[in-house]
């Protein structure tokens, strides 16, 4: 039996994780239940249980919660600054942060992961921008000429913002700004029409949006509605990010 989960911040949490998930990328293989909690907020199953088993995202919310003095680490204000940025992120200091996060992923890091190192620290900020572009290895591949799939990866995975356009049956047409490397640095290429689903099977996460209102996107997948102070952490929080990964890229690519 479904149960009223009450809980705005796992809600949140399943609207970003769903699309991931779906695709077989992380967590448990239960995207229809991520789906169902995402458009209702209800579910079956026990939200917490479900987000624990998101290895790469639950440290991340769980160490965030603990440095904001918060006891539940899928608190709306905990999830929205993992995903979106801004708000309790300015309370967190990044290096602690880093220090705690490395601390509980690294042991559990394979060789693919070697540069889970304190270099590392200089990058990381608390938030999925961090785990994108600094503890996954994609960015570590974009030297050289194969680097048109690493960079797709990153900027699908990456959360992203976009002005709706336009709005199909089961898609909408949005104006947003795709990832782009220039060989030393990554960047945001200048908007362009991008079509997104919105719908699966008949169920979505934002019903009827229209046209000039701001979506957030996470792999082709419509997530939430964003209002402009979203917008603008998630900018904000995005181009932080670049510029943290930037410093370590561009000698990696001088060197190549």
């Known amino acids: 039996m479904n149960v ?10 399943a609207r970003y994780a769903y699309s991931p998930n779906e695709l077989g990328y992380c967590g448990p293989a239960q995207s229809q239940g ?8 209800r579910s079956s199953v026990d939200p917490q249980a479900l987000a624990r088993r998101f ?22 204000p905990v999830v929205r600054a993992y995903w979106l940025g801004g708000g309790l992120l300015d309370r967190v200091d990044p290096e602690t942060f880093g220090t705690r996060l490395l601390a509980v ?33 994609w960015s570590r591949l974009l030297a050289g000429p194969g680097y048109q799939q690493p960079l797709h990866v990153l900027d699908r995975c990456r959360i992203r913002w976009g002005e709706v356009l336009s709005v199909e049956a089961e898609h909408v047409v949005v104006r947003s700004r795709l990832l782009a490397w220039d060989g030393e640095r990554l960047g945001l290429a200048a908007a362009e029409p991008e079509r997104v689903r919105r719908i699966t099977d008949g169920v979505g996460f934002v019903d009827d949006p229209r046209p000039g209102e701001w979506l957030s996107l996470h792999w082709d997948w419509v997530c939430d509605r964003l209002g402009l102070a979203d917008v603008a952490d998630l900018q904000e929080c995005t181009m932080g990010q670049l510029a943290a990964t930037n410093r370590r890229l561009r000698p990696v690519a001088e060197r190549s």
Do not use: K, R
Request: aromatic residues 10%; glycine residues 12%; negative net charge.
């Open 55 to 76: 290895s790469g995202a639950w440290p991340y919310l769980q160490i965030l919660a603990e440095l904001s003095g918060i006891a539940d680490p899928l608190a709306e």
């Open 34 to 41: 991520l789906l169902e909690l995402g458009a209702t907020g």
């Open 4 to 13: 009223d989960t009450t809980h705005p911040g796992a809600q949140l949490f």
């Open 105 to 137: 992923i690294g042991p559990q890091a394979g060789h693919y992961w070697a540069h889970l190192t304190p270099e590392l620290l200089a990058e990381a900020l608390p938030n999925h921008g961090f785990h994108v572009f600094g503890v996954y290895p």
